[in-house]
């Protein structure tokens, strides 16, 4: 087996044996002991020796049980084990594997299981000593537990493979449990009587029974109180105390065999075999679930992140695309006023000067996208939007002509600066502007590009831009905005989405509206300048 990391400190909260018990596992542990001291105060009274139906099969079913139980709850401790390498759960681990070991050999010699009025194997005293011995030896592997579990919080004391030292711990619990078979079945006749028949208990039974599993019981239920900061042990301090409880029922009720008394103890002594696998599933199940949480989150983060690089990449290439445009056009006319028998100078040199303010605009285009996904502030200013749309159409200008479209720019001159980044207001009036050549491109008839500009009756400023073009279906009205959806066969689908971002950044609206009649109408408001 691989060596597994080491948890640190820091990861406390996410380890049972090192998690600190919430007020709800207080109240849960709590109200578990009162309910079992209401049963027990009920079952030590009148009620203990009621006799109820025989169920044969009841010990062997119960005996399985808690194998089972015990024997699952080492595993889950071992696996506990492999990542924190601690001594403490090392020894909680053998514990249980004890349990579940020595319970092989106490059913075998269990009187009237196998055999009529006898075990399978031993004889009466070697079950009763077989008892003994587990709930004693389990008491002492919990204070082992108790009393090493600060320990190696700083590093872990196996440094080696995982699997030989659980292979050689089971190894070493299985041979001590051995060797309590041997001394109880072999020796059985040197070992003191503490029953004298199936239903009835010897003198020396309080002094020989009780009084060791109590004085263990109680010696570890102290050290985990002295040290109580984990789960595990607030409920292995709940298990000592139900051995507390059993050990007092087997003895002052009488033992009548399928009596209330004789059943009570044999669920309690379920109970405390499955208090701590139950407490481990769920913790391992709480613990998967705030993986799968984490997974998903990550998963959900990273998507978002590939999403951003996208609409970052797709933005740029939609933004830029522009300026590029026209500083190729603006080469193209320079080289061919250069390459006339008498070369155009002035003309050629207006054409570069253009390439230069081009390049400069995709700079500052690219500048603006820039800060726009980074969420900043920039420090917006007072912006002039007659101005702003008339040289918005001196940069389409050639567009513009290309497509022969007729441009109707109605400026009211009343309309006030509003506050803003001029690129970025720049750039959604580019897109809708570009968007309408578009759209009226493919159309015959009458091109006419409306641009408006208006104070609106709540105060904000209001500018329009309408088109003759093929308009927008009904249908896309509501998801036109809506990021990578585009109408047109080599669309990004970015252009209208940044438009809208960035009109809501300047707490305004952009929508859009049908044409009359044909085309479509694009509104955006924006907010008047304070110093208006």
């Known amino acids: ?98 349990t579940a070991l020595i319970i092989i050999p106490f059913i075998l010699t269990f009187p009237g299981v196998f055999q009529p009025g006898r075990g399978l194997i031993g004889g009466l005293q070697s079950s009763a000593w077989f008892y003994v011995l587990w709930h004693c030896g389990f008491a002492l592997f919990v204070f082992g537990f108790a009393l090493l579990k600060d320990m190696d919080l700083a590093k872990p004391f196996w440094a080696g493979p995982v699997r030989s030292v659980i292979v050689l711990s089971v190894a070493l619990t299985a041979a001590l449990v051995s060797a309590a078979a041997f001394l109880c079945i072999a020796g059985e006749a040197s070992l003191p009587a503490i029953m004298l028949d199936p239903l009835r208990f010897g003198p020396h039974w309080p002094y020989l029974v009780g009084a060791p599993i109590g004085s263990l019981c109680i010696a570890a239920l102290i050290m985990l109180w002295i040290r ?50 139950i407490v481990l599933l769920y913790e391992i199940t709480t613990l998967y679930a705030r993986l799968l949480r984490a997974v998903r989150a990550h998963r959900h983060e990273r998507e978002a992140r590939l999403m951003t690089g996208d609409a970052v990449a797709a933005t740029i290439a939609h933004e830029v695309k522009q300026p590029l445009s026209g500083m190729i056009t603006s080469a193209d006319a320079g080289l061919r006023f250069l390459d006339r028998s008498k070369p155009d100078l002035d003309e050629a040199k207006e054409a570069f000067k253009q390439i230069v303010t081009d390049g400069h605009r995709a700079g500052e285009v690219i500048e603006s996208i820039r800060t726009f996904f980074k969420k900043d502030d920039r420090k917006r200013a007072a912006v002039d939007v007659n101005d702003l749309i008339g040289k918005t159409l001196a940069l389409v200008r050639e567009d513009l002509d290309k497509h022969r479209i007729q441009v109707e720019a109605e400026l009211d001159e009343q309309v006030p600066q509003v506050t803003g980044d001029r690129i970025q207001l720049q750039q959604v009036l580019v897109n809708l502007i570009t968007n309408a050549i578009d759209s009226m491109a493919s159309v015959g008839g009458s091109r006419v590009l409306s641009v408006k500009s208006a104070l609106h009756e709540d105060g904000d400023v209001r500018v329009s831009v309408a088109d003759t073009g093929t308009g927008v279906d009904a249908r896309d009205i509501n998801r036109i905005f809506n990021p990578l959806f585009t109408t047109k066969s080599n669309g990004m689908g970015m252009g209208l989405s940044i438009c809208r971002s960035i009109i809501e950044a300047h707490q305004g609206r952009l929508w859009v509206a049908p044409n009359t009649p044909r085309g479509a109408v694009f509104h955006f408001s924006s907010t008047p300048s304070a110093s208006t």
């Not at 090392?90 to 594997?97: D, E, M, N, T």
């Open 1 to 98: 087996m691989e060596r597994a990391a080491v948890i640190v400190p820091e990861d406390d909260s996410l380890v049972l044996s090192r998690m600190s018990p919430g007020p709800a596992q207080r109240r849960l542990a709590l109200g578990i002991l009162l309910g079992l001291l209401v049963v027990v105060v009920i079952v030590m009274g009148p009620l203990a020796g009621m006799q109820l139906r025989p169920v044969e099969s009841f010990v062997p079913i119960y005996m399985t049980a808690m194998f089972v139980n015990d024997s699952i709850t080492a595993i889950l401790l071992f696996a506990q084990f492999s990542i924190l390498r601690t001594r403490a759960l090392l020894v909680i681990a053998c514990g249980y594997v004890f």
């Open 228 to 277: 109580r900061r984990t789960v595990l042990g607030l409920w292995l301090m709940v298990v000592m105390c139900l051995y507390l409880v059993e050990v007092p029922l087997s003895y002052y009720p009488a033992p009548i065999r399928f009596s209330v008394g004789w059943y009570v103890v044999r669920v309690i002594g379920i109970v405390s075999s499955s208090l701590v696998l």
